[in-house]
């Protein structure tokens, strides 16, 4: 229902102030039968669930909002959900559905839990946001983690933690014991970073290992913000350095570290490393470089022809030589 009502609480005559962004038509006149329950403004009747067992009774007791087919409650009971609205030069999503379900489905699978997110989470992914953290190769043994993150004084702090497995009356139970080896992966380069458990330094790099007590946090923390993708020399920018670091090993099948322009994490430097640099040519968090022009785009992709050759002309004069010194 986003700006339906005005600072006032007052429905707007002509319906939400977004609608046009998301390209529906809120009737300003919606009433408490309109919206989740039948007879009540909100989702969950907070008085007659104030002690629950678990989620689902929470959500279930006495309670007839629309369940939608992806397992969610509907917000506006008569107007359709996921609506995707193209405007201006993005995409609007109005989910018109709360997410509170999740906590339920959290709780009874690590399968049923990733599905069920994946009803929101799957517009963002394909608006091209993904997860610059994770714990890699994630499955049951580390169903419930959550990963938060915030900055102080210059760098980032990074906590894993356990989610309990349910909440009774607000009291925590099932949280989880034992140890879990772990490896988080970061999607670009961290620099200087630390174990602030252990207070040991990890150096820079994009995998860490630890053996996580799930009944504790792992924190760690790194200098600044996750290098910029494409950013070979690690120097906040990501410009011409860059390409003439990719450049020199282009073609290289095996072996190569971001450094050395693998920005795609697969150990290889090729068309798709040269794109991610060619997508972020330009920016930079020290320096303001003009960002090309989408013909300077071009010429940076179409230069892998001529990266290819390059090397193969390097490689083939390397052989010659090596020739030569056999003769």
């Known amino acids: 229902m986003p700006g339906l009502w005005d600072q006032h609480g007052k429905g707007r005559a002509t319906g939400g102030a977004l609608d046009d962004v998301f390209g529906v038509a809120h009737s300003p006149n919606l009433r408490a039968s309109d919206v989740f329950q039948s007879r009540l403004w909100s989702e969950v009747d907070q008085d007659a669930n104030f002690y629950y067992s678990n989620f689902a009774t929470f959500l279930t007791n006495g309670n007839d909002s629309i369940m939608d087919p992806s397992g969610f409650y509907k917000a506006v009971r008569n107007m359709p959900v996921m609506n995707v609205n193209d405007y201006g030069e993005g995409r609007a999503v109005l989910m018109n559905m709360s997410p509170q379900w999740y906590n339920a489905y959290r709780n009874m699978s690590w399968d049923t839990a990733a599905e069920k997110r994946s009803v929101f989470m799957d517009f963002v992914h394909d608006a091209g946001l993904d997860r610059w953290v994770e714990i890699e190769g994630a499955g049951a043994a580390e169903h419930g983690y959550e990963i938060t993150y915030w900055r102080q004084d210059g760098r980032t702090i990074v906590m894993v933690v356990l989610n309990p497995e349910d909440l009774v009356s607000s009291s925590v139970v099932g949280l989880r014991e034992g140890v879990t080896p772990i490896t988080l992966k970061f999607d670009t380069p961290v620099l200087d970073v630390r174990d602030e458990r252990a207070g040991t330094s990890l150096g820079d790099g994009m995998r860490f290992d630890f053996d ?38 282009y073609g290289r099948l095996s072996g190569v570290s971001w450094r050395h322009g693998d920005f795609t994490d697969d150990g290889a430097a090729g068309l798709a490393d040269l794109t991610v640099l060619a997508d972020n040519y330009g920016r930079g968090s020290r320096h303001n470089l003009p960002v090309p022009e989408p013909a300077c785009i071009c010429l940076l992709l179409a230069g892998a022809g001529l990266l290819t050759r390059r090397r193969n002309r390097f490689s083939m004069s390397k052989s010659a030589e090596r020739s030569a010194d056999i003769a």
């Open 212 to 249: 996580w007590a799930v009944n504790e946090a792992v924190v760690l923390s790194f200098s600044g913000d996750p290098v910029l993708p494409g950013d070979a020399n690690f120097d906040g920018l990501v410009g011409l350095a860059d390409l003439m670091a990719l450049a020199d090993n």
